[in-house]
């Protein structure tokens, strides 16, 4: 699952890594994260942003969940780009079955473009083509090991975004 972070405040002056969610970021993180176990995606692992935010949405939506795993958090996320995102997920354990990655724009929405092969959902491709929204969640079907990302055939398969 490649994840945007949900709705942040304004930069204010402040360090970019040390935006907050709103009141609007935090319901679209509870409203996704139910969307994301009623479908069965519940993640074993998760590679987070060190950004504020990015960490606030992981925490959400785990909570919205009832998730109880820790977050590996990536300063690569936070400043990377599409290769970084894949070189991570390439590093989840193979027992792993679902992995989650919050990170930013346009990283993450590039991310699952390039990741939409064969048998991907046409009208995901077009919307994640566009940008991901706040909050949005593009999953990904992997059908080898997660060395394999980026090399071997996968599927965009689902894209989820809150309603809030």
């Given at each position: 699952m490649l994840v945007r972070h949900a709705k942040a405040s304004g930069g204010g002056g402040g360090a970019d890594a040390?935006?907050?969610?709103?009141?609007?970021?935090?319901?679209q993180c509870r409203v996704v994260a139910r969307e994301v176990s009623g479908i069965g995606?519940?993640?074993?692992a998760a590679l987070v942003s060190t950004?504020?935010?990015?960490?606030?949405?992981?925490?959400?939506?785990?909570?919205?969940?009832?998730w109880q795993?820790?977050?590996?958090?990536?300063?690569?996320?936070?400043?990377g780009y599409v290769e970084e995102?894949?070189?991570?997920?390439?590093?989840?354990?193979?027992?792993?079955?679902?992995?989650?990655?919050?990170?930013?724009?346009p990283?993450?929405?590039?991310?699952?473009?390039?990741?939409?092969?064969?048998?991907?959902?046409?009208?995901a491709v077009t919307r994640v083509r566009r940008g991901l929204p706040t909050a949005g969640v593009a999953v990904i079907q992997v059908?080898?090991?997660?060395?394999?990302?980026?090399?071997?055939?996968?599927?965009l398969r689902w894209l989820l975004t809150p309603l809030a």
């Open positions: 040390e935006r907050a969610l709103t009141e609007l970021g935090y319901e995606l519940d993640p074993e950004a504020r935010r990015a960490k606030q949405t992981f925490n959400a939506m785990a909570a919205a969940a009832g795993i820790e977050p590996d958090l990536s300063a690569e996320l936070y400043d995102v894949l070189s991570a997920v390439r590093e989840t354990p193979s027992q792993c079955a679902t992995v989650m990655v919050v990170g930013h724009e990283t993450m929405s590039a991310a699952a473009y390039k990741l939409a092969g064969p048998g991907s959902m046409p009208d059908n080898g090991p997660w060395e394999s990302v980026g090399y071997e055939p996968t599927a």
